[in-house]
């Protein structure tokens, strides 16, 4: 493992807490293993209450094949239901700074895409000086793939979570509108506003998105 970043980074980001992006994070990186792409993932990052539930590591080590220590390291996982930084505090530990989370970050030189998945919305903290934008700009990605839900209040979320990226972060940002249903009038109203309006790249499927990735590489 090395730090030398992938030739294409990417970030999962999302509008909030359970809009999916572990999901959506797995899903496609079983949709591009399956093209022939080698793709990795890293959760800077997690926390979480149930002990008997799988974490989002093991969601994206599954997904990858890779252990799940390398996707979020053991001294980053946080058993307590609170944004990383603010877990870690309430359980007596040190809370990560985001230039440690960005060190951390560690590659098998064959990869040839880096999937790193955020925790809660954009604005949520992620370490103790920094958020999901503050990571972005760390970063540097190619692009941010902004996970919401496709019903009431997208559009809002949207816009600020889309807003906050590109002012602080600076890459360019994607929307998946997870749990798109095609027969739902809002669902699709909501789509082409955000695409047609506000002229957002809007994806309501993953298979797209691994698409337009594999495109590019």
Request: glycine share 8%; charged share 20%.
């Amino acid at each position: 493992m090395t730090d030398v970043r992938p030739p294409f980074l990417m970030v999962v980001a999302g509008t909030g807490t359970e809009v999916g992006k572990t999901w959506v994070g797995a899903a496609l990186a079983r949709v591009l293993r399956d093209a022939g792409v080698r793709i990795a993932a890293r959760k800077p990052a997690q926390s979480y209450d149930d002990l008997t539930a799988p974490t989002d590591a093991d969601i994206l080590a599954s997904a990858t094949g890779e252990a799940p220590d390398a996707v979020c390291p053991r001294h980053r996982c946080y058993p307590l239901a609170m944004a990383p930084p603010m877990a870690a505090e309430a359980l007596g530990m040190s809370p990560p700074r985001l230039e440690d989370l960005v060190d951390e970050l560690r590659w098998d030189p064959s990869v040839q895409v880096g999937l790193v998945e955020s925790a809660g919305g954009v604005a949520s903290p992620l370490a103790s000086d920094g958020d999901t934008a503050s990571l972005v700009a760390a970063l540097a990605p190619q692009i941010v793939l902004l996970v919401a839900d496709a019903g009431l209040g997208t559009i809002d979320s949207v816009r600020l979570a889309h807003d906050a990226l590109v002012r602080r972060g600076g890459a360019e940002v994607v929307i998946l509108l997870n749990r798109f249903d095609t027969s739902d009038l809002l669902h699709n109203a909501n789509a082409a506003w955000l695409a047609d309006r506000d002229h957002l790249t809007v994806f309501t499927d993953v298979g797209a998105v691994a698409e337009r990735i594999r495109l590019t590489l």
